[in-house]
């Protein structure tokens, strides 16, 4: 199967267009959370192989690097039962679920549970340091695919998250 390339390359685009706008964090997340909403593909932005995820972690796929810096788009397979550690972020980000429920929870600074939500397939919501606190996990029975956009190359820095947490 091909990565529908045209889906990958409208959004890059549409997320671009939002970058641009240079708006604060928090605003920008909110920008790339409604173009991911308006461009957001399904599980076949990915390939087959690709979609098989790692039996020993979550797995992440770079699909587009933008050439300045300013944002990376990945996917990320989730088996039954993988987590995240607790962390944030050291820019702001936006998940859109396409396939699958991802279970996440919300913390404070002082790593008290705020909140929880379970977020399924077309689900897009985004977030920006500070107040970024939190821990995704698959729940299901099933294996479940997210897009991830984050404010920087991640291929430069190696991950998204700024600290982990106990």
Do not use: K
């Not at 390339?5 to 964090?25: K, N, P």
């Amino acid at each position: 199967m091909i990565r529908s390339l045209a889906t990958l390359t409208d959004l890059a685009a549409a997320v671009r267009q939002a970058v641009d706008l240079r708006a604060g964090w928090t605003d920008t997340s909110e920008l790339v959370a409604d173009q991911l909403r308006a461009h957001l593909p399904g599980p076949e932005i990915l390939t087959p192989d690709q979609r098989l995820g790692r039996p020993d972690r979550v797995a992440g796929h770079l699909l587009h690097a933008e050439p300045d810096g300013a944002f990376s788009i990945l996917g990320l397979i989730w088996r039954p039962g993988q987590t995240t550690r607790i962390h944030d972020h050291i820019t702001w980000c936006v998940v859109g679920v396409l396939s699958g429920i991802e279970h996440e929870e919300l913390f404070d600074d002082a790593l008290n549970l705020i909140g929880t939500r379970d977020n399924p397939p077309g689900e897009v919501s985004g977030l920006a340091p500070p107040g970024d606190i939190h821990r995704i996990r698959n729940v299901g029975d099933e294996t479940a695919i997210s897009l991830h956009i984050y404010g920087t190359d991640i291929t430069r820095l190696g991950s998204s998250a700024r600290r982990y947490y106990n």
